[in-house]
Every structure is written in C-alpha cells, then in structure tokens.
C-alpha cells in the first residue's frame, strides 16, 4: 500500500507537469512566432523552436500516465487537435515571414488562434485537475487506513519480538566477529594474490579493504583489456622497483611479465615483417636501377638510409683492384657532409672503409673517432650515436663497402638486413659493371671505326681542297694587284676623313667650354641674387643651391649637396618638414612666412616652394626661393598672420 500511495503520488506530479508543459509549450511558440514577427532575425525563434520539438512527447507522456488512471480517451482528443493546428499555425506564419510574406503572416496572428485553443485546453486543463484531486483523495483514505491497521499489528508483532531481538543481537555480535576475521583475510590475500603496494600502515577498515580489492580488481581488468587491444606500454598504477620483489608471484606480477613477452614477441614479428618488405623492397630497386652504377648506387643508398632510419649514407666501390695501390671511389652518397669525400677517392690502407674492405667484415661503432663524420642538419652539425660499415661482398669477392651513420644505435635484425642486401648489391654491381664495360667496349669500337671512316673521308677532302686551294691562289694572287690599285686610291679619301676628324673634334670641346662658362655663369648669377635659391631632390636631397643658402648653414655649397633636413635636425621635426614639401609638391606650390634663428641673429623670410621638374637626373623636385623681409614695414604682421594659425600655422622651413 505504501508503495502504491508513493507510485500515485509521483503519477499526479507527472500529470501535473505534463500539463504545465503543454500550457508552457504554447506560450513558447506564441511568444516566439510574435518575436520573428517583429524582429525577422533566426535568434528569435528560438522559444518556438523549443516549444515545436517538446510539444509531442509531452501530449505522449500525459495521454500514457492518464491512460493508467483509466481517464477518458476521448476527452484529450480535442485537446491534441487544437494544440497541434495552432503549432501547426505557427509554423505556416514562419514559414511566411520565410517567404517575405509577413503581412499574410500579420493577418493570421490577428485572428488570434490561441485563443481558441486556450479556451479549449484551458477546460481540459480543470477536468485532468478534478480528475487527480480524486485520485489523490481516494489513494490518502486507503493509506490511513492501511496505517491504522498496521498499528494493530504491529503491537501484537512487538509481544513476541523482543525475545527474538535478544538472540539477533548475540547472533550479530558473533557475525561481527567473524565478519573482521573475514576481512583481514580478504586483506591479506588481496596483497598476496592480486598486488601488494609495500605500505606497511595499511589497516584492516573494512571500506579501505574492500575498495583496495575493487581498484585492484579493476586495474586488472583494465591491464588486461590493454593487452587485448595490443597496448603494451600499459603499466600497472603503483608496481614500482621498491615493491617489485613482492608481487614476483601476483596477478599485478605475473601481468607485468605476460605484458613483456608480449611485447618481445610483438617486436619480434614486426623486425621479420621489416626484413621480409625491405628484401622485396630492394629487390625492386636493384633490378630496376642496373642501368649504370652511378645510378643503382645513389638509388640503394638513398632507400637504404631511410628505411633503417638512418641521417647518412654512402656507399664506396673498389677501383683498380688488379694493382697495389687499391682506391675505394664514392659511387652514392645521402645527406654527407661533401667536404668528407671531396676526393671521392680514398685509399684501402686507411681509415674505417678501407679496414672494412680488407678484412671483408662488419664492422659497428658506437664511439665515432673525433671529427670522423658530422651529421649536418638545420640545427647545426653534430657526431652521430653509431657508425655500420658493411662490405659488399658475394662470397668471398669484395667489390666495396656501405657506410651508414645515425643518432640512434643499430639493433642486430638491421645489421643482419643489411648483411644479406649486400650480397645481393655485389652481384648486381658486377653485372652492371660487366655491362658498362661491355658498351663500352662496344662503344669504343664503334667509335674507331667510325674514327677510321672519317679519316678516309678527310684524306679525300684534303685532296680536292689542296687541289681548290693551288687554284684559288692563282685567283687570290690577280685579286691582290687589283686591291693594291685601289689601296693607292683609298689611301687619299682616308687621309681627308682624318682632317674632316680633327675638325669635329676641335669643335667638339669648344661646345663643352661654352658649355662650362654657361654653368659657371648661372652659379655666378644664383650667387649675385640676394635671395636663398635652392633646388631639391625626389628624395629631399639638396641637389642644386647658392652661395646664400651656404652661408646660412656656415659651410660651401659642396659639403651641403646631397644632404637634407635629416642632416641638420632632429628626425621628427625632419619628418614633419618632410610631409611639408611633400604636400607642397602635390598641390604645386606655397608661399608662406617664418621667423629663422641661425647664429646671425633673428630673421623674418619669406618662402616660395614649387614642384619643379630636374631634368638633368628626370626627377619631380622642389625649388625654393627664400626672401629676407625683416627690414619690410609689413613683415611682423605677415609674420603673426602664420603664426596665429590663419595661413599655415606653425610652419618653419625645411631647409635651415
């Protein structure tokens, strides 16, 4: 009965706020569809988009909670019909506004469909309500008088209940007891069997012990899994050096060294995967490069080194090995540094190559002698961590060596690897420098015998030109007397080109005389000018100035060419003068006034500045003419006119 009254009482609250969803619902949609009304923006739709995806499930849940109660069907019907045409409605109107329809959509928010469906499930809304208020009543009267016979019973129950009380408490007395030896049990064989942390302060509560054994059972679980999945760099939390020789026999233990062969066995199936693709891998590139040596040996070294994860490689072939003096020549090298090998060749009676080569075995380094080899990158340049010296050999025949450096120390399934492609290399050097020497041979020949055809051929040529040439020095020998006649006859033209000459010379630097007085006349006139006259570059350089300009600066006109206002003032005030004439070339000209203080006292002047076309160097300029009006009766009230900001205010000259 108790759990009945609680079922119904938790049945209404769900009735309850099923229908407070369903009026909250429509309120959404209401206030959502009028928002999108006013303001066409997605933001504002977002309570009736709530209100469109809950309405459904919440109309399921109610029509299913009442449905237990056996309420009327056919009642909540209309009540789902109107909820539903007026979601529907909002929908149209949004659908509408969508379409830039907003005034059809106006017209149907006015006829004002919620009223309608509020006045319908309005009355729903008080029938349910009635409707649970009795359900309610009738559970409250069965439950009081389902306590009032509890009571009964449980009076007569306590008669004979207390004796049994008293031999349920001597009973839990002895279950404690027997309950704590039970934990230190399952205590101590969480540490023996499962994992032992070492902790000697542990204590037997009860909840420590069991929550030990659940974090222990689930690290083991979770070890486990990892293994599954093939994670074996998965440890277990707490199994450390100090612990490590008590849990040798434990599950933690045990699953620490499954974890290890696992892991062996693991990278033992992924080096024979590696050696098997690099045989076939190589294959390829042996019989695909035999074309010529060079070729097949920078190809393979340069594979090589990257598929072993190597920085450096080379590889050093035997020449002229039927004589003393043996030489090992670079036929493919990857990522050396060039200066190691700028020879190219390096003799067998020296250095690690050539002790590899002799001894026809591998040789592996792990302690590389000083300045041997570098590994150089963007970082710098750096001594490898080991060196593997291979010799190429088929059988007993050594025909060179493979050289390979890197930061990381060779395991032995690599040196193995490339043990046996050296073997394979060797053979296919010697067929393809079999096949070399064979088109060479070939080639020579050919060569000879063409050599042989062309010589004939010459001697022939030789006989007809030598035959051609005793005629054409019969021809040559008229031609020359023909051309001494008339040798005699140019001799005289070319002797009057040679006065016309020395006439256009003389000319020539009477121009450039007239042309320096000229120049020199127009310095002598700027200099007579009473006036600062100026001419600036594109770039604000003084390119031409006279003697006034050079005066006020204190210095000759040839110290001051070339320089600007950058030479002679701070960089600001020079950039602000700058954009000055900067402005002044754009717009043409400008005429204003300033006060100059340059160690002769206080002056009142006048400028002039006017974009000006330097044609000697093709440039827009500026020429400035400078006035001194100190002594004009109308020079201090032009000078406060620009000062007080009228025309130009505070405008200083750019060239003092």
């Known amino acids: 009965m108790i759990i009945q009254n609680h079922n119904l ?32 923006e997605p933001g504002f739709l977002d309570p009736f988009n709530v209100g469109i995806a809950n309405y459904e499930s919440d109309l399921l849940e109610l029509k299913k909670v009442l449905g237990k109660y056996e309420y009327s069907v056919e009642k909540m019907k209309p009540v789902e019909k109107v909820v539903r045409d007026y979601m529907k409605t909002g929908q149209h109107m949004v659908q509408l506004c969508d379409q830039g329809l907003v005034d059809q959509a106006l017209a149907i928010f006015d006829e004002d469909r919620g009223k309608d469906a509020w006045l319908v499930y309005s009355k729903f809304i008080n029938d349910v309500s009635s409707f649970v ?47 704590k030896e039970l934990i230190h049990n399952l205590h101590e064989n969480n540490r023996k069997y499962i994992f032992n942390s070492g902790n000697t302060e542990e204590d037997d509560d009860e909840k420590t012990v069991i929550d030990e054994l659940i974090i222990n059972l689930k690290q083991a679980a979770t070890f486990i899994n990892n293994l599954s999945k093939g994670n ?35 990278k033992n199936d992924d080096d024979r995967l590696w050696f098997t693709e690099g045989l076939s891998k190589f294959s390829d590139i042996i019989r695909e490069r035999q074309n010529t040596l060079d070729e097949l040996c920078t190809y393979f070294i340069s594979a090589l080194t990257k598929y072993t994860n190597s920085n450096q490689g080379t590889i050093l072939l035997a020449v002229d090995e039927n004589t003393e003096d043996v030489m090992l020549e670079v036929k493919g090298m990857y990522a050396y540094n060039r200066e190691k090998f700028f020879e190219k060749r390096i003799g067998v009676k020296s250095g690690l190559a050539g002790q590899c080569y002799l001894e026809k075995e591998t040789i592996y380094v792990t302690k590389i002698p000083k300045d041997y080899v570098y590994i150089t990158s963007g970082l710098g340049e750096a001594t490898p961590e080991a060196l593997l010296l291979i010799p190429i050999k088929n059988e007993t025949d050594v025909v060179g060596v493979i050289e390979i450096a890197s ?31 064979t088109t060479n041979l070939l080639m020579r020949s050919q060569q000879q015998a063409e050599e042989l055809k062309a010589t004939e051929e010459e001697i022939r040529q030789n006989m007809e030109e030598l035959q051609a040439t005793q005629e054409q020095l019969s021809r040559r020998n008229e031609e020359m007397n023909k051309l001494l006649d008339e040798y005699s006859e140019n001799e005289e033209m070319m002797r009057v080109q040679l006065e016309e000459l020395e006439s256009m010379k003389q000319d020539e630097e009477e121009l450039i005389e007239n042309l320096e007085a000229y120049r020199s006349m127009m310095f002598d006139m700027l200099n007579e000018l009473p ?24 210095m000759e006109i040839e110290e001051l060419i070339g320089k600007s206002d950058f030479d002679f003032v701070d960089e600001e005030t020079a950039k602000l003068w700058r954009q000055d004439e900067l402005e002044i070339i754009k717009k043409g000209e400008e005429t204003y006034v300033f006060e100059e203080n340059f160690g002769h006292g206080k002056r009142i002047m006048e400028t002039f500045k006017k974009r000006f076309y330097i044609r000697p160097i093709k440039q827009i300029g500026l020429l400035g003419i400078q006035t001194d009006i100190t002594n004009n009766v109308n020079a201090a009230s032009k000078l406060k006119e620009f000062s007080s900001g009228k025309m130009n205010a505070g405008k200083v000259d750019s060239d003092t």
Do not use: C
């Open 232 to 266: 074996f760099s998965v440890v277990w939390e707490g199994l450390d050096e100090k612990n490590a020789k008590l849990n040798e026999n434990n599950i933690s233990g045990e699953l620490n060294n499954m974890r290890d062969k696992l892991r062996a066995m693991k």
């Open 9 to 40: 009482n938790k049945d209404v609250q769900v009735i309850r706020k099923g229908l407070d969803n369903i009026h909250e619902n429509v309120q959404l949609v209401d206030i959502g569809v009028r928002a999108y009304l006013i303001r066409q």
């Open 531 to 554: 006036l600062k006259v100026f001419i600036k570059d594109e770039e604000g350089k003084l390119f031409l100035l006279n003697s006034k300009v050079a005066e006020s600066h204190n």
């Open 407 to 437: 930061f990381h120390p060779y395991e032995k399934h690599v040196i193995q690897f490339i043990e046996e492609l050296s073997s394979n290399l060797a053979t296919a050097i010697t067929s393809t420098r079999n096949s070399e020497n």
């Open 133 to 179: 208020e009795g359900l309610q009543t009738e559970a409250d009267k069965k439950y009081e008088a389902f306590v009032r016979d509890s009571l009964l019973i449980q009076l007569v129950l306590l008669s004979f209940s207390i004796p049994v009380i008293l031999l349920t408490l001597v009973h839990i007395l002895n279950t404690r007891k027997q309950r």
